[in-house]
């Protein structure tokens, strides 16, 4: 199966395929090169290509692994910077953030589960008990 930008990737998969990428000597690209943006209709995601490779994305290791509980992703987080998870998309998601890009979105009455959905967690709020995440859409 041919994977791109346009079709959707298993967590596990990706990270298989970043890792076989760095054994051929090519590096994700970082913000640097292709800054994130909230705006899905913003160009071509995937025609980032960069030269100036951050040294630390060659010396970083792009793996799968179990993080049991939420303590274990926000120790990661703390460490490392951030942890790939996955989360079910609903069916108002897209429309209700287009509308609150910075919005929390929480459990809607009668929202339907569509799929699942991989996000970048980066960040985290204890009080609020939220994740922040980048996210692609």
């Known amino acids: 199966v041919t994977r791109s930008c346009s079709s959707p990737w298993a967590i596990k998969s990706a990270?298989?395929?970043v890792d076989q990428?760095?054994?051929?000597?090519k590096f994700l690209s970082t913000?640097?090169?292709?800054?994130?943006?909230?705006?899905?209709?913003?160009g071509d995601r995937c025609a980032a290509?960069?030269?100036?490779?951050?040294?630390?994305?060659?010396?970083?290791?792009f793996r799968f692994m179990s993080l049991g509980s939420a303590p274990d992703m926000m120790a990661h987080i703390r460490q490392h910077g951030a942890v790939i998870t996955a989360m079910n998309e609903m069916d108002d998601m897209r429309k209700w953030f287009a509308k609150n890009?910075?919005?929390?979105?929480?459990?809607?009455?009668?929202a339907q589960r569509i799929s699942?959905?991989?996000?970048?967690?980066?960040?985290?709020?204890?009080?609020?008990?939220?994740?922040?995440?980048?996210?692609?859409?």
Request: glycine residues 10%; charged residues 30%.
């Open 15 to 17: 990270l298989d395929a």
């Open 21 to 25: 990428l760095q054994k051929e000597g």
């Open 31 to 42: 913000e640097h090169c292709m800054p994130y943006s909230t705006d899905i209709y913003s």
């Open 49 to 61: 290509r960069c030269d100036d490779t951050d040294p630390r994305v060659k010396e970083g290791i």
């Open 101 to 110: 890009p910075k919005g929390v979105y929480t459990d809607h009455k009668g």
């Open 116 to 137: 699942g959905h991989a996000v970048l967690l980066v960040g985290y709020d204890l009080p609020g008990r939220y994740w922040i995440a980048k996210n692609s859409w």
